[in-house]
């Protein structure tokens, strides 16, 4: 027993390890030590997403097989293996952008090797470990508790990744609203539970499809069941942050240092995503021919999440509020997929899952882009950004860039840097050559051939409207000139740019760019890439399949 | 026992008549207390019976006083040991059982115990490293 857990749970167990000997060397008083913390954890990562490709079989990652352990509380489909070695590949990518720095001036404890860089990188492993926990359960309970452990980390992280007043502001923000939507899940899988007895997803899953009038049809919930199912998905909506519950998203990405950021619009996005793709799954009995309500309410969600992103994405001077709400939009270009997953007229197909799955991967590599060029940007004090300003005006400044005038110019003066965010932004856009196209390509043509026209055209004026913003970036960088202001005396920035330590950085910047060009240009990497996703599309196998007798013997 | 009383739940709504009295009792408790005492109690008005009630004593000085930041600190280090006591009694009273039947579950309980303490004790040597057992 003890064997097979060892066997199917060894990504956690070995982020779990790692995690707590970084927050055993995080105390020591060597800042060599503290520096190594930063290593070890990118190493781990590497390890862990390197062995998952090794143990993945050929072609396709599992060969459609399911393992469980004998409690059937852990399941291991293709698709929470894909999820795996996503998490672990972006993981690498932000641990990079997390990289203790240079940047000694600013007294920022987890981002210089300070007091709590070891901290920093260790519950930057719970983090991702957490989404390995989601991708893996198969009960509502371990689900939750995944869920938390992905969450509860990024509070912390956001509260202690800048000596601001702002950065502890958005951390407190951050930390009641989470409980909030936390509790609001929690309400939601009681009633699952009391209503079926059971915490076991699949088992709920076959409940759902005895309820329903026939195979191919969708299960007939009972109104606490459709109570059960809206609140897990408000939930969930809290961590994709998609529209009714995106509220704030604005002012903890603002708060938070870019590298926590970056890492707050992949993790606990990808984390909701997962687990609102297997309840989703369940609600379908084991398929995904879902009830009604469900698929009205991801189009509505879908359509709100992509029109007030993109529109409040226009209306921002701070890049990072301008990333924050393209999360929220690209959350929202997702749910596309997601409702032509369930939606009705080709019952049966995934292709939006595949979609889904494909577009977390190209957003994970061009977001970590977009924000490593913004990291490797100096801040200027004093101009609308929080500069000096602080408790006591005592505060350091912000130390890498923050609003459109900290970049202008800048495309000019580090070309590389210039032309690294354009192809982010190229991407997040979706124009062609780059994976963002692509991502937008699966998903338009999934909600095509489900025959949802107006969602389609909804999202493709969404796309017009989203790259008025990110033009203004690459604009504000190449064609507008460096504003010339007096730097105060001692706040003059050290070129961080050219600074020593950003190494690492400029590898994670230079690595993603080379992700959204990969797997935009290179047809066979664009082909492995979705055949990936459409096998891990796979999400169980669904519960009519399954002899009922062999699950049952062994218990 | 919510989770038979959940299954049972499923066929008769009436299984949730215990749950439903205990509700009612509990509310009739504190209702019909304060009602008895509105009833039944003296009245006797007057400037001491107006002062908020601290055990008995009369009040010195304001409530909102302001403790050292250590003893918040002292607080979170008592959740590890609390969270440790409360795993370890159900713990405590199965391993046992579990070892006499020589069921291979005993192991199992026994790593799974050894693997928590190791967790704790990451979390408590963290603490001291970060001096917070330093009183000055």
Redesign the interface.
């Known amino acids: 027993m003890m064997d097979s857990l060892v066997r199917l749970l060894w990504p956690e167990m070995v982020l779990t390890v790692a995690a707590c000997v970084l927050f055993l060397l995080g105390v020591s008083r060597r800042a060599a030590v503290r520096r190594l913390t930063a290593v070890l954890a990118v190493l781990t990562l590497a390890g862990v997403f390197f062995g998952l490709l090794a143990s993945g079989a050929g072609g396709s990652l599992m060969g459609g097989q399911v393992v469980s352990d004998p409690w059937n509380s852990v399941r291991i489909v293709e698709f929470g293996y894909y999820i795996k070695i996503l998490v672990a590949g972006v993981g690498i990518l932000l641990a990079l952008l997390a990289w203790p720095g240079n940047r000694q001036a600013t007294g920022n404890s987890a981002m210089d090797v300070g007091q709590d860089t070891g901290e920093f990188f260790g519950l930057m492993l719970l983090s991702l470990m957490g989404v390995f926990l989601v991708a893996s359960s198969n009960d509502m309970i371990l689900m939750f508790l995944g869920i938390e452990l992905a969450s509860i980390p990024t509070y912390i992280m956001v509260a202690i990744s800048r000596p601001l007043a702002v950065a502890q502001e958005a951390g407190v923000k951050y930390f009641f609203l989470g409980a909030m939507a936390a509790a609001l899940m929690l309400f939601g899988f009681s009633y699952l539970y009391g209503t079926t007895g059971l915490t076991d997803l699949h088992r709920i899953g076959q409940v759902f499809a005895a309820s329903a009038g026939g195979i191919g049809q969708a299960p007939v919930l009972s109104p606490w069941q459709v109570l059960a199912v809206v609140m897990l998905m408000m939930g969930f909506a809290f961590k994709m942050a998609v529209v009714p519950l995106h509220f704030y998203a604005g002012d903890v990405y603002q708060g938070a240092a870019t590298p926590v950021t970056a890492l707050l619009s992949f993790v606990p996005k990808i984390s909701g995503f997962v687990a609102m793709i297997k309840i989703l799954f369940v609600v379908g009995g084991g398929s995904w021919v879902v009830p009604q309500f469900v698929t009205q309410i991801l189009i509505v969600l879908s359509v709100l999440t992509m029109c007030v992103g993109n529109v409040l994405g226009l209306l921002q001077f701070n890049i990072k509020r301008v990333l924050a709400y393209s999360s929220i939009a690209h959350s929202g270009y997702m749910l596309v997929g997601l409702a032509a997953l369930t939606s009705p007229r080709i019952a049966g197909s995934d292709e939006g899952l595949s979609a889904v799955l494909f577009y977390l991967a190209g957003y994970g590599i061009m977001n970590a882009a977009a924000f490593g060029v913004l990291m490797l940007l100096p801040a200027r004090p004093g101009i609308a950004g929080m500069g000096g300003v602080g408790a006591g005006g005592k505060m350091p400044p912000a130390t890498s860039a923050e609003t459109f005038e900290d970049i202008a110019g800048q495309g000019r003066k580090h070309v590389a840097l210039g032309l690294a965010m354009a192809v982010a932004c190229f991407s997040l856009i979706g124009l062609p050559l780059t994976v963002g196209f692509f991502g937008k390509l699966y998903l338009i043509r999934a909600a095509l051939n489900q025959g949802l026209i107006a969602l389609v055209v909804i999202t493709v004026i969404n796309a017009a409207v989203s790259a008025a913003y990110y033009l203004r970036i690459v604009a504000t960088m190449f064609l507008r000139s460096e504003p010339q202001t007096q730097w105060p005396q001692a706040a003059q920035p050290a070129d961080d740019c050219d600074g020593r330590g950003t190494l690492p950085i400029k590898l994670a910047v230079g690595l993603s760019v080379f992700g959204v060009l990969l797997f935009g240009l290179v047809v066979p990497a664009i082909e492995l890439l979705s055949t990936q996703s459409r096998s891990a599309a796979r999400v169980d196998i669904p519960s009519s399949v399954e002899q009922p007798t062999a699950s049952a013997m062994a218990r | 026992m919510i989770?038979i009383l959940?299954?049972q739940?499923?066929q008769s709504p009436s299984a949730w008549l215990p749950v439903v009295l205990l509700i009612i009792i509990g509310i009739g408790f504190a209702a019909g207390n304060l009602i008895l005492s509105i009833l039944v109690g003296p009245h006797r008005t007057g400037s001491v019976k107006e002062t908020t009630y601290e055990s008995g004593m009369m009040p010195i000085g304001d409530a909102r006083r302001r403790f050292n930041v250590r003893f918040y600190i002292v607080a979170m280090i008592f959740l590890v040991f609390d969270v440790e006591i409360v795993f370890f009694y159900p713990w405590a009273t199965l391993f046992p059982h579990e070892l006499a039947t020589h069921t291979?579950l005993g192991?199992?309980l026994l790593?799974e115990a050894i693997v928590f303490v190791g967790?704790l004790l990451?979390a408590y040597?963290?603490a001291?490293?970060?001096g917070v057992f330093r009183w000055d």
């Open positions: 989770s959940a299954q739940a499923a291979p192991l199992q790593i967790l990451v040597f963290y001291w490293g970060k």
